[in-house]
C-alpha cells in the first residue's frame, strides 16, 4: 500500500545521509562549518562526468572522486584553514570563498551547461509488489556501509581516538601532547573526500551542472547543525527530516516539500531545550 | 576638603566640555558635509564622461551598495552573520513589482508600494530578529536562520508561477526616466542611506552596537537587552534593504528571483568583507569595484573574474580580515604622516589654549546626591533588611555537585569575603547571584525581590552588577566609550547623537580618578594595562549604581600599589555609600585589610561565616591557605 513512500523515505534518508556525512565530520572535530561542502559535490559529480568521458566503468568515478576530494581539502586545509581555527565566523567565509573558487574553476573548464554522467545501475526491481529503483537502493545500503565504516574509523583506529578526544576536549588534548594539527587536516581530507564522493554517488539523480551543490550544502548543513557531533543522530535527523521532506512533497506541494527540512531545522534549532 | 577637589574637576568638565562638544560636532558634521559635497560633485560631472552603459552599471551598484551597508550594519558593526539580507532586498523587488505589474499604477501608488515593501520587510525582519536573537542563541544560529530565509523567499517566488514570473522573471511597466537621471537617483539614495548610517554608527547607540559585537556577555552584565538591541537593527536593516530592492526594480524593470536568493545573500557578504568591515566606505566601494569591473569585462571573462573575486576573497579573510579599504587607507597614511604632523603641529598651536590631559573628553558628576542621601539615611539602622539573601542555593552541573544548599544573608555597608580553595565553588556562586537561570535549586533575592529565572540583564535592574575574573572591557572601544556604553543601561542613547562626557555616579568617578585612567579616556581599552583595565572594569560595574556588588578577585594581576587604590575604592564604597560588596579573593592580606566579614566555601558548602575579628586567625582558614588536613 505505502511500500513505494516507505521505500522513498528510507532512500532519500539514506541519500541526505551520505551527503551530510562529510560535513558532520568536519563540524564535530574541527568545530567548523564547511560551506565549500557543496564545491566538493560537484567535484565529485564531475569526478562521474570525466569517467564517463574516458569510458571507465561508472564505479571508478567514485576512487577519483575520493582521491581528488581528498586531495582538494588537503589543499584548502594546508594553504587555507589551517591559521583560522580561531577566527571560527571568519572560517565560514572563507570555505563560502573556496566554494567560489571551487565551482568558478569547474565553470570555466567544462561550462555552464548541464553534463551527462553514466550511471553504472540502471535497472529497477520489484520490492514488496512496486517497481522501484534498484540504485536509490544500493545508495541505502551505501549509507548504512560508510556510516559503519566511519564508525569503526572514529571507534577502532589510533586516529579516530585521537579525533574523539579532540572532539571531547580539544584543549586538554593538546596538553596531552596529541597533534590536534594533524588531526584537523587528516580530518578535512576526509570530510571533503567523503563529500566529493558523495557528490559522485547522486550524479545518477541530478543533472550535473556547477551550481548543483547550492541545495544540498543547505539541506546537509540544516541535518548536521540538528544532529550535532553524533552519527546516530545524523541518521535519525536524516530520517526524520528526510522522512517529512518526502512526505510534504508527495501528499502536500513539492515547493513546501523543499523547504521542509530547512524549516523544520529552524525551529528544531529554536525551540528544543536540550542540545546535543 | 575632598568634595570641594571634586568640584573643581566638575567646572573644569563643563569648561572643556562645551568647548569639545562644539569642536566634535563640527568635525562630525564637516566630515558628513565634505564627503556629500565631492560626492553629488562626482555624481553631477561624471556623466560628462561615463557613458550610458558605465552610468547603468553605476547605479545598480548603487543599489546593491545600499544593501552591502545594511550587511555592513549587521555583521561588521554588530557581530551579526548575516546571509539573508538578499531577501529583503527581493521582498523589495517584488512587493513594487506585483504591485505595479498587476494593481496600481502612477508616482503617489509607487510611492505607496516602495512604503508597503519597507513595512513588509521590516515585519518578517522583526521576525527573524525575534527568532534568531534570544538570550544563549549562538553567532551561527542567526546564520542558520539567514541562511534559510533566501532560500524560502526563492522558492516562493518560483512556486508563484506567472504570478511571480517564476524563474523567467517579472517585466513590470516603470516611470520612464532617462539613464542619467537613474544614475542621479541612485547616487541620492546611496549617500542618503549612507549619511544616515554613518550617523548611526558614530551616535551612543552606535558605539552599544560595537560593544555588543565585542562582548556581548559583558553588555547583558551592563543591564543592556543586547537581544532587544539586534532584533530593532534587524529591522530597520531589512526595510533599507528593501528600499533599496524597491527602487532597483524600477530601475531594472525586471524582477528576477535571483535579487532574493541565497549567491546574492553570500555576494553581499563577499563585497562587504572585501572592502573592509565594520567600515560602511569599504562595502560602498567593495560592491562598486566588483561589479564595475565585472560588468565591463564580458564574453567568458566574467568566470575569470568571479574566480579572481574567490582567491581575492579567501587571501582577504585569511590575512587582510579588516579589509582593502582599510589595508589601503593604513598605507596611505604612513605615506602621508609627515604632511600630517606637520599639519597637526599647526593645530596644536592654535589649540594651545586647551589644558593638557582633558583633551577631548570631559567627565562629569552624576547628581545622583538624593539617592545618596537617601543610602546615607539608611545607616546604622539596627533592624535593616539585607540586600542579598540566598536561600539554600544548589548547583549541578550533571553529576557533579558545585553548591550544596547555601544559605547567606548580607547586607549594606558589609564587605563579605568569599575565601576557599579552587573549585569550592565562588565563582559558582556568584554566578549564581548575577544570573537567575544559573542555579538548580533554591531561591536568591536582591534587595527583597526573588530573581527566579531573570536572565543578567534583569538582574542588574534589581541592583546586582558583577565584576568578571578576567577584565572584561570593550577592546574596540575608547575609555570613554566604555563608560558610556555602561551607563548606557541608565541613560537613554541617542541614534544620531554623540556625546563627549559622561555622567557617572560618585563611586565609578573615584575608581576612574584614583586608576589615573582620567588621562586616558580617549585611549583605546585593548591599550590599557591589566590594572587599568581591572580598574576600568570596575567603573563600568560601579556605573550601573548597585546595591550589591560582585567582584571576582578584583586585584589579581594588580601591582601593589594598584591594588591600595582598589582596596581603599571598595572601604569607600561600603562606608560612605552603603554598598554591600561581596568579594572573592585569593590575597588573604586584602581580604584581612577591607572585608568586614569573611564567608569560607569548601566543596561548595559554607564552612564558616562570621565577623573578620572572629575567624580570620581561625586555625580552618590557616589550614586552607598554608595547607595541611582541615
Keep these: 500500500m505505502y511500500t513505494i513512500e516507505l521505500l522513498d523515505v528510507v532512500t532519500t534518508a539514506g541519500i541526505l545521509y551520505i551527503v551530510a556525512l562529510g560535513l558532520l565530520i568536519v563540524y564535530g572535530v574541527l568545530k567548523i562549518i564547511n560551506l565549500a561542502h557543496g564545491a566538493f559535490l560537484v567535484l565529485g559529480s564531475y569526478a562521474a562526468v570525466i569517467a564517463t568521458w574516458l569510458d571507465w566503468s561508472p564505479w571508478s568515478a567514485l576512487v577519483i572522486a575520493l582521491v581528488g576530494g581528498a586531495a582538494v581539502g588537503a589543499v584548502a586545509e594546508w594553504r587555507v584553514l589551517r591559521d583560522l581555527y580561531v577566527r571560527p565566523l571568519d572560517t565560514i567565509l572563507a570555505t563560502w570563498g573556496l566554494n567560489i573558487i571551487i565551482v568558478q574553476s569547474i565553470t570555466l573548464y567544462f561550462g555552464r551547461e548541464i553534463q551527462f554522467a553514466e550511471s553504472g545501475v540502471t535497472q529497477a526491481v520489484s520490492v514488496g509488489g512496486v517497481t522501484y529503483s534498484l540504485y536509490r537502493l544500493i545508495l541505502l545500503l551505501i549509507a548504512a556501509v560508510l556510516g559503519v565504516l566511519v564508525w569503526l574509523l572514529m571507534r577502532r583506529t589510533q586516529i579516530g581516538i585521537v579525533a574523539q578526544a579532540v572532539i571531547m576536549n580539544e584543549e586538554l588534548a593538546q596538553a596531552l601532547g596529541i597533534n590536534t594539527r594533524l588531526v584537523r587536516f587528516v580530518t578535512f581530507c576526509l570530510g571533503a573526500g567523503l563529500a566529493s564522493l558523495a557528490g559522485a554517488l547522486i550524479t545518477p539523480l541530478v543533472s550535473v551542472h556547477p551550481n548543483l551543490g547550492v541545495p544540498w550544502l543547505i539541506n546537509a548543513f540544516m541535518l548536521v547543525m540538528v544532529a550535532g557531533v553524533s552519527l546516530g543522530n545524523l541518521a535519525l535527523a536524516a530520517l526524520i527530516l528526510g522522512g517529512a521532506q518526502v512526505l510534504v512533497s508527495s501528499y502536500g506541494n513539492p515547493v513546501l516539500g523543499s523547504l521542509t527540512i530547512i524549516i523544520l531545522a529552524v525551529i528544531i534549532l529554536r525551540f528544543r531545550t536540550i542540545t546535543t | ?630
Aim: include cysteine; proline fraction near 4%.
Design chain 2, 1 to 630: 576638603m575632598a568634595h570641594h577637589q571634586k568640584k573643581d574637576v566638575l567646572m573644569t568638565a563643563s569648561r572643556t566640555l562645551a568647548e569639545q562638544i562644539a569642536s566634535f560636532w563640527r568635525r562630525r558634521w564637516l566630515a558628513i558635509f565634505g564627503a556629500s559635497v565631492l560626492f553629488v560633485a562626482f555624481l553631477l560631472a561624471s556623466p560628462m564622461v561615463l557613458g550610458e552603459y558605465a552610468q547603468q552599471i553605476l547605479s545598480q551598484a548603487f543599489f546593491f551598495a545600499i544593501a552591502a551597508i545594511t550587511v555592513d550594519l549587521l555583521w561588521g558593526y554588530t557581530g551579526v552573520l548575516t546571509f539573508g539580507q538578499s531577501a529583503f532586498f527581493g521582498i523589495g523587488v517584488y512587493t513594487v513589482a506585483i504591485a505595479l505589474a498587476y494593481y496600481v499604477d502612477g508616482a503617489l501608488a509607487t510611492a505607496g508600494a516602495i512604503f508597503a515593501a519597507m513595512v513588509g520587510a521590516a515585519l518578517v525582519g522583526a521576525a527573524v530578529g525575534w527568532l534568531s536573537f534570544w538570550d544563549r542563541a549562538t553567532p551561527i544560529y542567526v546564520a542558520i536562520v539567514t541562511l534559510a530565509l533566501p532560500v524560502v523567499f526563492t522558492q516562493i517566488i518560483l512556486s508563484g508561477g506567472a504570478y511571480t514570473g517564476s524563474s523567467s522573471g517579472l517585466p513590470i511597466p516603470v516611470p520612464f526616466l532617462s539613464i542619467t537621471e537613474w544614475y542621479y537617483i541612485a547616487g541620492g539614495l546611496l549617500l542618503l542611506v549612507a549619511i544616515g548610517a554613518y550617523v548611526f554608527v558614530s551616535s551612543d547607540a552606535g558605539r552599544v552596537l560595537v560593544a555588543i559585537r565585542e562582548n556581548e556577555e559583558r553588555c547583558r552584565y551592563l543591564g543592556l537587552n543586547t537581544s532587544r538591541m539586534k532584533i530593532h537593527l534587524m529591522t530597520a536593516c531589512s526595510a533599507i534593504a528593501a528600499l533599496s530592492g524597491a527602487f532597483y526594480v524600477l530601475f531594472s524593470s525586471v524582477a528576477a528571483h535571483s535579487y532574493g536568493d541565497f549567491v546574492f545573500g553570500t555576494e553581499l557578504v563577499v563585497w562587504t568583507a572585501l572592502g573592509g568591515r565594520g567600515t560602511l566606505i569599504g562595502p560602498i566601494l567593495g560592491t562598486v569595484g566588483v561589479n564595475y569591473v565585472s560588468a565591463l569585462l564580458g564574453g567568458n571573462l566574467p568566470f575569470i573574474w568571479l574566480l579572481f573575486v574567490g582567491f581575492a576573497f579567501v587571501l582577504v579573510v585569511v590575512y587582510l580580515p579588516q579589509g582593502l579599504v582599510p589595508a589601503i587607507g593604513q598605507g596611505l597614511s604612513t605615506l602621508v604622516r609627515p604632511i600630517r604632523q606637520l599639519l597637526n603641529g599647526g593645530w596644536n598651536a592654535v589649540a594651545a589654549g586647551a589644558p593638557p590631559g582633558a583633551a577631548g573628553a570631559a567627565v562629569a558628576l552624576s547628581s545622583t546626591a538624593d539617592a545618596l542621601g537617601q543610602r546615607r539615611s539608611m545607616i546604622g539602622a539596627p533592624d535593616e533588611a539585607p540586600v542579598l539573601e540566598l536561600r539554600d542555593v544548589g548547583m549541578q552541573y550533571g553529576s557533579l555537585v558545585a553548591l550544596h544548599g547555601v544559605s547567606l544573608k548580607a547586607y549594606r555597608g558589609e564587605v563579605v569575603g568569599i575565601i576557599g580553595p579552587n573549585g569550592a565553588g565562588k565563582t559558582t556562586l556568584l554566578r549564581c547571584i548575577a544570573d537567575g537561570r544559573e542555579r538548580s535549586t533554591g531561591e536568591v533575592l536582591i534587595n527583597g525581590h526573588r530573581i527566579d529565572r531573570l536572565p543578567p540583564q534583569r538582574c542588574v535592574a534589581l541592583g546586582v552588577s558583577r565584576k568578571f575574573q578576567t577584565p572584561n572591557v570593550f577592546d574596540a572601544l575608547t575609555v570613554l566609550d566604555c563608560l558610556r556604553v555602561a551607563r548606557s543601561y541608565r541613560e537613554p542613547t541617542s541614534p544620531w547623537r554623540r556625546s563627549r562626557t559622561v555622567e557617572l555616579p560618585e563611586p565609578a568617578l573615584a575608581a576612574v580618578e584614583v586608576s589615573g585612567l582620567t588621562t586616558m579616556l580617549n585611549e583605546r581599552a585593548s591599550h590599557l594595562s591589566h590594572g587599568a583595565k581591572q580598574a576600568l572594569e570596575l567603573a563600568m560595574v560601579l556605573a550601573q549604581e548597585p546595591t550589591v556588588l560582585l567582584l571576582d578577585e578584583p586585584t589579581a594581576g594588580l601591582t601593589r600599589d594598584e591594588r591600595a587604590a582598589i582596596g581603599s575604592v571598595l572601604t569607600e564604597l561600603a562606608q560612605s555609600h552603603r554598598l554591600c560588596i561581596l568579594l572573592i579573593e585569593h590575597d588573604l592580606d586584602f581580604v584581612r585589610d577591607i572585608s568586614t566579614r569573611l564567608v569560607v566555601l569548601h566543596m561548595g558548602r559554607v564552612l564558616l561565616d562570621g565577623p573578620l575579628s572572629e575567624i580570620a586567625d581561625s586555625d580552618l582558614i590557616r589550614s586552607i591557605y598554608v595547607g595541611g588536613t582541615a
